[in-house]
């Protein structure tokens, strides 16, 4: 079974520009999650979608970042423009359900210069 | 607010010794807990979880947890570490019935031979 995909997997741009990232969970799982992980700290959650709904969004900067999911599958997450302290990888998970056992992409890494 | 501290930052561990990471959580009531292995490069991958039930939980590559609510704890163990369990360890918490996760800032393991 083929796992989640994210692309692309390394992104080096210069403060202000834009960056977009794309997620394709596994098959059939309904529930997908954009997680930044900055060096030297834990995935924190930005976003949570079921279907192509937002469940929760509360952490996104949404001044800056903007995450959307429109057929229920794959999904992007967008930075513009994209600051210094943008600097994370970029995790995306999916699960089944929204009980379900995440199961988690290798990551987009940015790079802000 | 549900909150997880991991209070070592760097473990150095000899291959074939035991190893115990240290988690600590903030939660009002029973939560659910996760151990996730990250190793460089790669995504997150579900070592165990504890929802209820038996307090010592099994997981793969030979890990087990033990949760303790008087200490508010669910520290990590393996008794004789691999050179392939190099890698960083990740604890986190999230709300019954629900996978919106909240991680530490985890613990990096290195083995020597």
């Known amino acids: 079974e083929a796992g989640v995909a994210q692309s692309p997997r390394y992104k080096i741009i210069e403060k202000r520009q834009s960056v977009a990232f794309w997620c394709n969970p596994i098959?059939?799982?309904?529930?997908l999650y954009w997680y930044q992980q900055i060096l030297g700290q834990g995935p924190k959650l930005l976003i949570q979608f079921q279907n192509n709904g937002v469940v929760d969004d509360s952490q996104l900067p949404k001044d800056r970042f903007s995450a959307e999911r429109l057929k229920g599958v794959d999904s992007t997450l967008k930075i513009q423009p994209a600051k210094l302290e943008d600097s994370a990888v970029y995790l995306c998970a999916s699960s089944l359900s929204l009980s379900g056992e995440l199961f988690f992409g290798e990551g987009s890494r940015l790079t802000v210069l | 607010a549900q909150s997880v501290t991991q209070p070592d930052i760097h473990i150095t561990v000899s291959e074939g010794a035991s190893l115990e990471l240290r988690c600590n959580y903030s939660?009002?009531?029973?939560?659910?807990l996760f151990w996730y292995v990250q190793s460089p490069g790669q995504g997150l991958q579900l070592l165990l979880k504890?929802?209820?039930?038996?307090?010592l939980v099994q997981g793969i590559k030979g890990f087990e947890a033990e949760f303790k609510r008087s200490q508010s704890s669910f520290n990590l163990r393996k008794p004789s570490v691999h050179w392939s369990d190099a890698a960083e360890y990740f604890c986190?918490?999230?709300?019954?019935?629900?996978?919106?996760?909240?991680f530490g800032a985890g613990t990096t393991v290195t083995v020597r031979a």
């Open positions: 939660y009002g009531a029973t939560p659910y």
């Open positions: 504890y929802f209820s039930g038996d307090t």
């Open positions: 098959s059939g799982h309904a529930t």
């Open positions: 986190a918490v999230g709300p019954p019935r629900d996978y919106k996760l909240s």
